[in-house]
């Protein structure tokens, strides 16, 4: 199946920094991303929606000055977490569908990126 | 969306069968039903999808009732490996609603 890598796999930074997060569909195009959040023992919850070339769709109550979305190709989508606090602490999770693939209704997801803001 | 019902938690002992229930009664035409599974510290993977008939992969069976209201995710004989989270995901065709709405799902325990 196709592939999706995310770096870093683990992140710590201090409350005020920016961190960027990347999301690599790594042997297919994905002309759509997307980015979720997973607290200790719940859910994933959908943040947005990344489109390659255009504006990010973004969830309801996700701030989007907060969390800056960047698709600038067809194999990579950025997170920012900007101005990043405690509360922002969380596993953040990518994923992708391979339209030109026979596994078109799949989302394949990337390992995540564990966030923790001291 | 609609909305998928699942148990929080079973438990099942290595290499038997497990049965893992979903209950999407307002589940609509169109909605394929998806399952995915997240094992520990991990993204999600997905297992299998279906619309109407029953669905078999190298990974397990999905079953779907006749009405659709409800469908059964089968591992015909569950692994230590098997151990994880599987959510149950009703998915439009077309358009944004691709997007992917977890529930809480099942969190399946495999007993040695």
């Known amino acids: 199946g196709a592939v999706v890598s995310q770096h870093p796999s683990w992140v710590i930074c201090k409350s005020g920094t920016s961190v960027k997060i990347e999301c690599r569909s790594l042997?297919?195009?994905?002309?759509?991303m997307f980015w979720y959040r997973q607290f200790p023992k719940q859910s994933l919850m959908l943040m947005a929606t990344?489109?390659?070339?255009?504006?990010?769709?973004?969830e309801q109550g996700v701030e989007k000055d907060k969390f800056l979305i960047n698709h600038a190709s067809l194999t990579l989508s950025t997170l920012t977490v900007t101005s990043a606090h405690p509360e922002d602490s969380s596993f953040y999770i990518c994923?992708?569908?391979?339209?030109?693939?026979?596994?078109?209704?799949?989302?394949?997801f990337g390992p995540g990126t564990r966030l923790t803001v001291l | 969306d609609a909305k998928t019902t699942q148990p929080n938690s079973m438990e099942s002992n290595e290499e038997e069968p497990v049965h893992l229930p979903c209950n999407h009664s307002?589940?609509?035409?169109?909605?394929?039903i998806h399952w995915y599974r997240q094992l520990p510290s991990q993204g999600p993977e997905y297992v299998i999808h279906?619309?109407?008939s029953n669905v078999n992969n190298r990974m397990a069976s999905l079953a779907i009732a006749e009405d659709r209201k409800s469908s059964t995710l089968i591992l015909h004989r569950a692994t230590l490996r098997d151990a994880a989270v599987y959510y149950c995901?009703?998915?439009?065709?077309?358009?944004?609603?691709?997007?992917?709405?977890f529930g809480k799902g099942t969190l399946l325990t495999v007993n040695p």
């Open positions: 042997d297919f195009q994905a002309t759509t």
């Open positions: 994923s992708a569908r391979d339209l030109g693939g026979s596994s078109y209704n799949e989302q394949f």
């Open positions: 279906g619309l109407t």
């Open positions: 990344s489109n390659e070339g255009s504006k990010a769709t973004y």
């Open positions: 307002t589940i609509s035409g169109t909605d394929y």
């Open positions: 995901i009703l998915m439009g065709r077309g358009g944004s609603n691709y997007k992917l709405t």
